[in-house]
């Protein structure tokens, strides 16, 4: 059998059939593979007639039909069945072969399978493709990671299926070795957890504490989405919300308020706490969608709890640009949040991270993509080594531009009993952030006197620690770890 195809993709859901088209755009011969093998056929009967798309009956002849070094795309369920299609593959490879997984896997397992291909003398790509449906069709951000050598073989169909921006540049570049594709791209996800909490709290301020229609929000996204806020989400939170049911009322209002998750928003916590670094505004994110899970345990809690009748009663349109104002400010931390959880990961596992480029590669095709990020590549291209985004000069004035209306709703938020935890963890992150002395010297002082943990003093150098015998009754034995 002659080799014509430049790539093969196994995993003929949404996303692989859409990318497997996109490839197909811009002149790519694609090979497919499904395991559910009659989904080959109906695709190539349906969506990729008259393409030059073909098809396979087996991985062997999967495998057959590309050219050498063979590029293998795996678009599967993350976790077991990509390790599983990875076998399936390797007896049909060669040395110098390339396997790409496009799903959303934990980092840590791209990290073992480069290390594991490699062994075999193959290579192996992790890479983070965000957009959705249409993003995968019409142009997807792609985070690619991993065996480097493999790059310039998959450069080139990348760059030219991913989103472009304003001057044409590919929403698409190397990330790093090992797991730093798919870091990148769970940070973004995180990322997203936080912006569309934002999102929801800005309406539901709007809906039941200014008592305004979905249509009348409608008008206020469609405002916020010609200026900073301009984005994908609030393009369709302003969609969404003028969107009629077929009874001609608005469908938003029908939808039930319990939100779930795929598992990327947690890993990025988890990724957090094990280096120590507050992403507040990620973590209140995800444990709002927990929230909203416990719905029926609200209702009954509803008719029990009491507080205050959640009525703003204001100068609507001021406190509509205060909202706006607490949103700008608020999503400037999260993604100073995102950006220090990416710094520590690099500087953890050795990845040298291109902090402006991953601004540019969030900025099209992915579900993040602002106009916002433009200013984030341009703070990083002037300071790569920036320590945290809020001290850029143009971020630190539009967080001090914003503050005045983003103190206010918090404030009026707690008055009327409206949930606002994204919001708030958000502000508190930013007054903790910019305190020189935080209450943490009373806290080493409890766990000095429960644990003889240790302390250090403000009078003596960093890096000496100091016990204290805070009852006359303890040892002289102190914690030979002093842990933060």
């Known amino acids: 059998m002659e080799a014509t195809a430049d790539i093969g993709l196994i995993g003929l859901a949404v996303m692989g059939q859409n990318l497997v088209l996109n490839m197909n755009d811009h002149g790519f011969v694609v090979s497919v593979y499904n395991r559910t093998v009659s989904k080959v056929d109906d695709f190539l009967a349906n969506e990729a007639k008259d393409t030059n798309i073909i098809g396979a009956q087996s991985i062997e002849e999967f495998v057959a039909q590309l ?26 490879l060669e040395p110098g072969d390339i396997i790409i997984d496009g799903g959303n896997s934990l980092y840590q397992d791209s990290s073992r399978r480069t290390q594991y291909l490699e062994s075999k003398g193959m290579q ?52 790093g070795e090992d797991g730093a594709g798919h870091y990148v791209k769970m940070v973004h996800n995180g990322i997203e957890y936080g912006d569309m909490q934002l999102i929801c709290e800005a309406y539901q301020l709007m ?44 469908l938003v209002d029908k939808i039930l308020d319990t939100a779930g998750q795929k598992g990327t928003g947690k890993w ?44 703003i009663k204001t100068d609507r349109a001021k406190f509509i640009e205060d909202i706006r104002q607490a949103l700008y400010a608020s999503k400037i931390v999260s993604y100073a949040q995102g950006y220090m959880l990416l710094r520590a990961a690099a500087q953890e596992n050795g990845w040298k ?34 320590a945290n985004l809020m001290l850029d000069p143009y971020f630190k004035k539009e967080i001090r531009s914003s503050q005045r209306g983003w103190r206010n709703v918090i404030a009026t938020a707690v008055k009327k009993g409206i949930p606002v935890p994204a919001f708030a963890t958000a502000l508190n992150f930013y007054d903790s952030y910019r305190s020189e002395r ?4 009373l806290l080493q002082a409890q766990r000095d006197y429960f644990g003889a943990h240790t302390y250090e003093r403000v009078d003596k150098p960093r890096g000496e620690f100091f016990h204290t015998n805070w009852t006359g009754t303890g040892g002289r034995v102190s914690s030979s770890t002093y842990n933060v």
């Open 268 to 311: 990025t916590v988890i990724s957090s706490a094990d280096l120590g670094i507050p992403i507040t505004m990620i973590a209140e994110a995800v444990f709002s969608r927990c929230v909203s899970a416990m719905k029926d345990e609200r209702i009954a809690a509803s008719k029990k709890l009491r507080g205050p009748k959640p009525v």
């Open 124 to 175: 192996f790509i992790g890479t983070g493709v965000s957009g959705g449906e249409e993003g995968a069709r019409r142009g997807p951000s792609i985070m690619p990671g991993g065996s480097k050598s493999a790059w310039p073989h998959v450069k080139d169909i990348f760059q030219s299926i991913s989103a472009k921006v304003d001057d044409g540049a590919p929403c698409c570049d190397w990330v």
């Open 438 to 441: 935080l209450p943490a010297n």
């Open 353 to 386: 991270l291109n902090y402006g480029g991953i601004a540019l590669m969030w900025r099209g095709g992915c579900i993040i993509r602002s106009q916002f990020l433009g200013k984030i590549k341009e703070a990083y291209d002037k300071r790569p080594r920036l």
């Open 207 to 250: 809906s039941v504490g200014l008592g305004m229609t979905p249509d009348e929000m409608h008008e206020v996204f469609a405002e916020w989405n010609e200026g900073v806020l301009d984005s994908y989400l609030v393009e369709i939170t302003r969609d969404i919300l003028a969107h009629k049911d077929e009874d001609g009322g608005p």
């Open 67 to 92: 050219k050498r070094p063979r590029r293998v795309m795996l678009l599967v369920k993350a976790g077991q069945p990509v390790d599983d299609f990875i076998e399936q593959l390797l007896p049909f």
